[in-house]
């Protein structure tokens, strides 16, 4: 299990996956995706994911996002990190709790969002996040 100290720091985002009820995958930010997460020691974290084929100039579709990010404050509570959203590119996420299993892997993070919707599918998603060098 991470801990308040192991996750401060800049993070790279690895892999993204959402695997639905249905037994189906979705890929969102594609193969490979790209994003940064970062953990501050006074409680503040921002997370930004992005396509990189998709996130160029022209409209977001929000059953296809090519860019997405949010910030606030953090804290952790046994196994779960909890991000209590103060902005968001999706704007039903401001003021709420996101929660976030953590699994500690070497210099990886797994984190696992539950209840995560695509394309009118729910599933949960699963990012795995690997600790930037300083």
Partial sequence: MADEASIIGT??????????EDGSEH???????????????????SAHLWNPDLHVDGPRSGDDP??????????IEGSVVK?????ATEPSWTGRDKLRTMRAHGSQLE???EGVVFAGKRGRGILVWEQ???
């Fill in 111 to 113: 984190l696992t969002a």
């Fill in 66 to 75: 090519n860019y997405f990010s949010y910030c606030g404050d953090w804290s």
């Fill in 83 to 87: 991000h209590h959203v103060h902005a």
């Fill in 132 to 134: 930037r060098a300083k």
């Fill in 27 to 45: 890929f969102p930010y594609g193969e490979p995706p790209e994003g940064r997460i970062a953990y501050s020691s006074d409680g503040f974290m």
């Fill in 11 to 20: 993070w790279v985002l690895k892999s993204f996956i959402v695997e639905f």
